[in-house]
């Protein structure tokens, strides 16, 4: 695909797109089917807006109608973006939701902005550094009642390699480690609401993690010049390794753990790392709104039966973890990515179970 430099010929291109989808639509179904499969084989036709819309007509409407009025979620980084969207829709539905905020500013302010759209909404704010153990530790005593789903939102992208006060590289602190932790500290609270629903434990990660392998020296002392892009993407392989790690460790306890990933979608995050990307997918990125969607449905369904597996979803649907012979997820990685985390875990703090 070409993208253009003009902005009025990038507009044309959306508009051809659209046309293009439109008479595909109007193939029938027959015809639908044998676009969708080509389609979804092309990263930009299925992680973009139209995308969206195509895997869209097939959602069940009615999953998103039950009320979740005694039902429980934790959000990280829910003050803007795909985060702050996921919040919007569980709330609407009737949750409880706690935002855990790095700002208590920006947090407030999406409270305000929340509850101006959904006067009832039941919003709780928490401050929490995900990168930081401690700040982990003190958000996880703040949570008292049951907790039916933790998602695990929270995510940046930096141009240069950071470590934590506890020195440990910092994205791989706040995609991995951080979340790793809140989910054992918080198991308790999960365990307590998977006596009654449906619980789940969420990682939001990102299409990009097809192009990594799973690389534990990577994740914690990346090697040679620092490229941002590619140190995300080990992450977020690793979050969709870590939830399948913590599927088997949670299951007994009648709580899965999932992974998913957005799409491409028009966030702050996106305009601020990736600034040429977000310019040259200006017209078919898709909305926060579309990229929260499969974290609320996958939050909020009732059924046990998406729960037999840990899953890597996409548009409320399994998705492949794997699409490269290029790109491996060895036993032996995963294990040294585990012993690793633990170690981490264990000296800087006691581990719940
Ligand atoms: N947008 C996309 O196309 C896309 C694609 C694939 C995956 N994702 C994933 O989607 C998730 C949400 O990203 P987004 O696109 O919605 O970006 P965003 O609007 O920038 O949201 C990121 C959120 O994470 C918070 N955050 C960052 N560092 C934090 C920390 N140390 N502790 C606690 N919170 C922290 C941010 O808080 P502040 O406001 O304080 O910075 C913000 O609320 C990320 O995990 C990202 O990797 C996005």
């Not at 506890?166 to 918080?186: A, C, D, F, K």
């Amino acid at each position: 695909m070409c993208f253009h430099h003009n902005e009025g010929e990038r507009l044309e291109t959306a508009r051809l797109a659209d046309a293009v989808y439109r008479a595909i639509e109007n193939t029938g179904r027959g015809g639908m089917r044998f676009w969708d499969k080509l389609l979804d084989r092309s990263v930009v036709f299925s992680f973009d807006r139209n995308g969206y819309r195509r895997h869209a007509r097939g959602f069940d409407t009615e999953s998103h109608r039950v009320s979740l009025r005694d039902r429980n979620f934790l959000v990280t980084g829910a003050n803007s973006g795909i985060g702050f969207a996921a919040v919007e829709q569980l709330a609407k539905r009737g949750a409880t939701v706690y935002l855990a905020c790095r700002s208590l500013e920006r947090g407030g302010a999406a409270v305000a902005k929340l509850s101006d759209h959904i006067p009832d909404a039941r919003l709780e704010l928490r401050q929490v550094d995900m990168a930081d153990l401690s700040s982990v530790a003190r958000l996880s005593e703040t949570i008292d009642g049951p907790l039916h789903g933790l998602i695990h939102n929270a995510g940046n992208m930096l141009d240069s390699c950071q470590y934590t006060d506890e020195n440990i590289e910092y994205i791989t602190s706040l995609h991995v480690l951080g979340p790793y932790s809140l989910s054992l500290r918080l198991s308790e609270q999960l365990q307590a609401g998977a006596q009654n629903h449906s619980t789940r434990i969420i990682f939001v990660s990102s299409g990009g993690m097809y192009t990594q392998g799973l690389n534990s020296s990577e994740l914690f002392e990346p090697t040679g010049r620092y490229d941002g892009m590619r140190h995300y993407a080990h992450t977020k392989r690793a979050q969709v390794v870590l939830a399948e790690q913590l599927y088997e460790r949670f299951k007994p306890l009648g709580i899965a753990v999932h992974s998913m990933h957005p799409g491409w979608v028009d966030t702050a995050a996106v305009r601020r790392a990736m600034p040429k990307f977000a310019l040259a997918t200006k017209f078919i990125l898709r909305s926060p709104d579309e990229g929260a969607d499969t974290i609320s449905w996958l939050a909020g369904y009732h059924g046990a039966d998406i729960d037999e597996a840990s899953g890597f979803w996409f548009d409320r649907a399994r998705a492949p973890k794997l699409i490269s012979k290029r790109v491996s997820v060895s036993t032996e990685e995963v294990m040294r990515m585990m012993t690793r985390l633990d170690q981490l875990i264990n000296s800087t703090q006691a581990i719940p179970i």
